[in-house]
């Protein structure tokens, strides 16, 4: 979880980019998805599906190369939609930012297909992953990281279902 600096920072960061009058809607989302998937604690994993969990069951517990996503619960660009829109209507402060984007800023490790399909909402089972735990970190670019403690829980996890 980040600090309040953090927070503060990353704030700031979005109003200078909403603010700026020589970019377009396209690249100030784009400059705003960049600058959150580059900081470890975003795109936290609450969640796996069963279809993902038997996916790592069925390759050992390496990770399945292109075949695991982590995807938003709610797409990324929904939750910077509204988080615009309530800047627009003056109802944005760096409290209701956060608590917003902190509460959509929830992923699923899932199938390349399931993520495909999210907007008809056919995903498998989701089982639940305590996010305080660390596991799945964002590399600062598209994927997450995958060493031995991932590998072991994901084992564990599969064990109890």
């Known amino acids: 979880m980040p600090n309040d600096k953090e927070i503060d920072f990353l704030y700031k960061m979005f109003i200078k980019i909403e603010d700026s009058s020589f970019l377009t809607k396209s690249k100030k989302y784009h400059l705003f998805k960049n600058l959150m998937s580059h900081v470890d604690w975003c795109y936290r994993v609450t969640g796996i599906t069963e279809a993902a969990l038997n996916i790592f069951h069925k390759n050992s517990f390496s990770k399945p190369k292109g075949m695991i996503h982590r995807g938003h619960i709610q797409d990324l660009n929904k939750t910077y939609k509204h988080l615009l829109k309530l800047k627009d209507e003056k109802k944005l402060n760096k409290e209701s930012w956060w608590k917003y984007f902190w509460s959509k ?29 660390g596991l799945f970190r964002d590399t600062g670019n598209i994927g997450y990281i995958y060493k ?14």
Not at 112 to 133: G, L, R
Not at 148 to 161: A, G, I, M
Request: hydrophobic share 25%; no cysteine.
């Open 105 to 133: 800023d929830k992923t699923l490790l899932m199938t390349k297909e399931e993520n495909s399909n999210k907007k008809s909402k056919k995903v498998s089972k989701i089982i639940n992953i305590n996010y305080k735990k």
């Open 148 to 161: 031995k403690t991932e590998k072991e829980f994901l084992k564990n996890l599969y064990q109890q279902k």
